[in-house]
């Protein structure tokens, strides 16, 4: 039984009614020793108590999508095959290197009641990283409009949280739902939306947005396995002054140093309720060793760059949780680094995040959206 799907949601609500009925009714039927009876009553008490939270952790992983399968909420799912020395990264798209044979993939729907049916779905094989994992895909209106049949579309690159599932963004954030009649409109550039999974380790434990050797490649999944993938099979720009990647907590993280790390693939970033120390989360990879946690905080890449990378960056947060990670890094960019701090207020919850989405998407209308050409 799916653990996103209706069947385990009325399951989950069916249980708790008839835990109580089952406890009312055999309290004072329960025979035998008075141990056996206090041992009885206990177990059905707790009975009742498990279903009621596990209706509460139901609704609330339904409506943050926070785990995407029984896999991801044991932790006993690992999605990488391999881990591989990635080849040297070029100029090119995707990250170039040596060449690669195209990525064709084969798209279907998303089995989740919660992601609009016009996202489609494909599990990649990623040549460069060793990670296999779904990417979800959605085109925007115009796409399919025989008058843009020539043209290429901007693209963004959506990063959930950690936990979180590769359908939050179209789920919980509602991204497609909410920019569809603004690019129809004109008002919002019309961006093909990428959104890969990020949770690739078993044992709970965050990849970091890192290559890590012997453990994963999980920067290599999204900074170039995902991007060829994406060109190899829609209209899609090439060009970095075209393409942006966006993120919320733990994603917002890796959207900031990704772009930052590889502005030949990526000139923006959007990242809301960031930090830059990677110890940000506890389960990240990256924050065990203390090398890794300096060379993937982004305050520290910018610092350390050789020459100032090609970006733009939008971060945001409030008082306690980004927004001094965010003024950080508009005091450390040098041009033609720009950063753009915002202070917003809410809880470190998707709730906060959703209602921004408009304005996220008005900001990388003008950074990397251009005229579709």
């Known amino acids: 039984m799916k653990l996103t799907g209706t069947p385990f949601f009325l399951l989950s609500i069916i249980l708790v009614p008839l835990s109580i009925a089952l406890l009312m009714y055999f309290w004072n039927r329960v025979s035998g020793p008075q141990p056996l009876r206090f041992g009885s009553r206990l177990l059905m008490v707790l009975f009742a108590q498990v279903?009621?939270?596990?209706?509460?952790?139901?609704?609330?992983?339904?409506?943050?999508?926070?785990?995407?399968?029984?896999?991801?909420?044991?932790?006993?799912?690992?999605?990488?095959?391999?881990?591989?020395?990635?080849?040297?990264?070029?100029?090119?798209?995707?990250?170039?290197?040596?060449?690669?044979?195209?990525?064709?993939?084969?798209?279907?729907?998303?089995?989740?009641?919660?992601?609009?049916?016009?996202?489609?779905?494909?599990?990649?094989?990623?040549?460069?990283?060793?990670?296999?994992?779904?990417?979800?895909?959605?085109?925007?209106?115009?796409?399919?409009?025989?008058?843009?049949?020539?043209?290429?579309?901007?693209?963004?690159?959506?990063?959930?949280?950690?936990?979180?599932?590769?359908?939050?963004?179209?789920?919980?954030?509602?991204?497609?739902?909410?920019?569809?009649?603004?690019?129809?409109?004109?008002?919002?550039?019309?961006?093909?939306?990428?959104?890969?999974?990020?949770?690739?380790?078993?044992?709970?434990?965050?990849?970091?947005?890192?290559?890590?050797?012997?453990?994963?490649?999980?920067?290599?999944?999204?900074?170039?396995?995902?991007?060829?993938?994406?060109?190899?099979?829609?209209?899609?720009?090439p060009g970095p002054e075209r393409w942006a990647v966006a993120g919320y907590s733990a994603g917002a993280h890796c959207a900031a140093r990704l772009a930052i790390g590889h502005p030949n693939r990526f000139h923006a970033a959007v990242s809301m309720s960031g930090y830059n120390d990677p110890i940000g989360e506890s389960d990240s990879l990256t924050a065990r060793d203390a090398h890794l946690r300096d060379v993937s905080n982004p305050l520290y890449m910018l610092a350390h760059a050789q020459t100032p990378p090609n970006v733009s960056l939008y971060v945001t947060g409030k008082k306690g949780d980004g927004f001094e990670d965010a003024l950080a890094l508009q005091k450390a960019a040098k041009a033609p680094t720009s950063v753009t701090p915002v202070e917003v207020n809410g809880p470190h919850l998707t709730s906060t995040w959703e209602p921004m989405v408009p304005s996220v998407f008005t900001w990388l209308t003008q950074a990397v959206g251009g005229k579709t050409g």
């Open 51 to 237: 279903t009621a939270v596990t209706l509460v952790f139901v609704v609330v992983n339904n409506d943050n999508q926070l785990y995407g399968s029984w896999d991801d909420l044991l932790g006993t799912g690992s999605h990488v095959r391999a881990v591989p020395v990635p080849p040297a990264e070029g100029d090119g798209p995707a990250g170039g290197g040596p060449e690669q044979p195209k990525v064709i993939q084969q798209f279907g729907p998303v089995d989740d009641k919660a992601v609009p049916k016009d996202v489609r779905t494909t599990d990649l094989k990623g040549q460069v990283s060793g990670v296999d994992g779904e990417v979800l895909v959605w085109t925007p209106p115009q796409y399919d409009d025989p008058a843009y049949k020539d043209k290429r579309f901007p693209v963004v690159e959506l990063l959930a949280g950690f936990p979180g599932s590769s359908s939050a963004w179209f789920g919980s954030m509602n991204v497609s739902k909410q920019l569809a009649p603004l690019m129809k409109s004109g008002q919002i550039a019309p961006f093909i939306l990428v959104s890969p999974r990020v949770v690739l380790l078993e044992g709970h434990t965050d990849t970091g947005c890192a290559d890590v050797a012997g453990k994963v490649n999980a920067e290599s999944w999204l900074a170039r396995d995902v991007p060829r993938m994406v060109l190899d099979n829609f209209r899609a720009e």
